[in-house]
């Protein structure tokens, strides 16, 4: 059952989902808006366009002839998907999934007034003044995002009326695509952050994977842990939550469902209909499957029929310090050193400060100290370092 599968953005996340179809003997063709990018690296083919130009996307698609779709970012004219998937291509999860997630606005209506799911009160802009506004009803500290952006780009805290302009201009540097548009939302004060790894099926239940915490600087996840602490009550009320969500946007595939954890219980955050970045962390064996197997045999439509927790696991993100073309890595023997530890270079072409290069990895037996693990992931990523 060869599938021919289009991979739309192939960045770190794109190349281990080239990797798990590889193993089940998928063929690829991997797109991106530069050459060589990391997944491009491990695919059968490879194409280089502006994903935002729907002629160019018409092209490929005509040319490839994909049975399925697979979206990796956001920048993409996802209006398209509708015509792909009425010429019969399945488009993952589906056209109306990538449509609502790839844009905050769309999602955040959903979640907060069709569904009626606990969100941050939030406004939005499409300029500064609209911005100085929405703050004034919101009131300080508050949060601002562009609408379409991944890694926390664009993402900043508002805390003083001195801060509001360089928001918005962080927001318009950062921000993916063609909207000119923030949403502002108000602050929570969360005890903890969570990923629920949801997996949707086509003739099987949906599935949770144990919950991810993690930690963000820049808006960008610096460390994530499998499994985090979590109240029974407060995880039952996520699964509902992302179960409901992922139902109303329909299809096959995994989702990235995030969380606030509070004194006043949970509040959707944000999702992503694709492997999360958070979600690194199951490279470490935390699971049977890791999050790209799921998602993966979820879009060919292969059964899961459990996902278990087999060992506790902890990641921690490799930046880059210096901007350089063809990055070298220095430090790799060290790195490999520890024990029960693993780490992953993306190989990205280009190098800039504060980039994702790679990510290591911790683990060891279920029930082992989460906090010692972090640490351990830290101290195997200080060790790698890009010249």
């Known amino acids: 059952m060869q599938k021919k599968i289009l991979l739309l953005g192939s960045g770190e996340l794109g190349k281990e989902f080239a990797i798990a179809a590889h193993r089940l003997g998928q063929y690829i063709v991997a797109v991106d808006s530069y050459n060589n990018a990391p997944a491009q690296q491990v695919a059968h083919e ?10 160019a996307l018409d092209r490929i698609v005509e040319k490839h002839k994909p049975d399925i779709i697979v979206p990796e970012i956001e920048a993409i004219r996802t209006e398209r998907f509708y015509d792909y998937e009425k010429m019969g291509i399945q488009v993952v999860p589906s056209a109306r999934a990538a449509n609502f997630t790839m844009n905050r606005k769309a999602i955040r209506d959903l979640a907060a007034k ?9 406004r939005y802009a499409t300029s500064l003044a609209e911005l100085e506004s929405a703050v004034k009803v919101l009131g300080l500290p508050c ?11 664009g993402q900043s805290v508002i805390k003083t009326s001195s801060d509001i302009e360089k928001a918005w201009e962080y927001a318009m540097k950062g921000k993916r695509g063609d909207f000119a548009e923030v949403i502002i939302e108000e602050f929570i004060r969360f005890d903890s952050e969570i990923t629920l790894l949801t997996v949707t099926q086509k003739n099987g239940k949906t ?3 144990p919950p991810i915490g993690h930690r963000q600087e820049r808006g960008d996840y610096m460390e994530s842990w499998q499994p985090c602490i979590i109240g029974e009550t407060d995880l039952k009320s996520a699964q509902e ?3 409901k969500v992922t139902k109303s946007l329909t299809g096959e595939g995994i989702w990235g469902v995030e969380f606030f954890l509070t004194k006043n219980g949970v509040y959707f955050s944000e999702l992503s209909p694709r492997p999360h970045d958070t979600g690194m962390v199951t490279l470490a064996g935390t699971q049977n499957f890791n999050e790209f197997e799921l998602h993966l045999r979820a879009v060919l439509g292969l ?11 902890a990641s921690a993100v490799i930046l880059s310090s210096v901007e350089n073309a063809n990055p070298k890595y220095n430090g790799l023997p060290e790195a490999a050193k520890a024990i029960k530890s693993d780490f992953r270079i993306f190989g990205k072409p280009v190098s800039r400060i504060h980039r994702r290069m790679g990510v290591a990895l911790a683990y060891d037996d279920i029930g082992s100290d989460i906090k010692q693990l972090v640490e351990k992931a830290k101290k195997i990523a200080g060790k790698i370092f890009v010249e």
């Open 114 to 122: 069709e569904l009626n799911l606990k969100t941050a009160k939030y």
């Open 241 to 243: 939550m992302a179960d």
């Open 303 to 313: 059964p899961v029929s459990e996902i278990t927790l087999n060992r506790t696991g």
């Open 46 to 55: 490879r194409e280089v366009i502006n994903m935002l130009d729907g002629n």
């Open 207 to 209: 599935l949770f994977c």
């Open 143 to 153: 949060v601002v995002k562009p609408l379409m952006s991944s890694s926390g780009k």
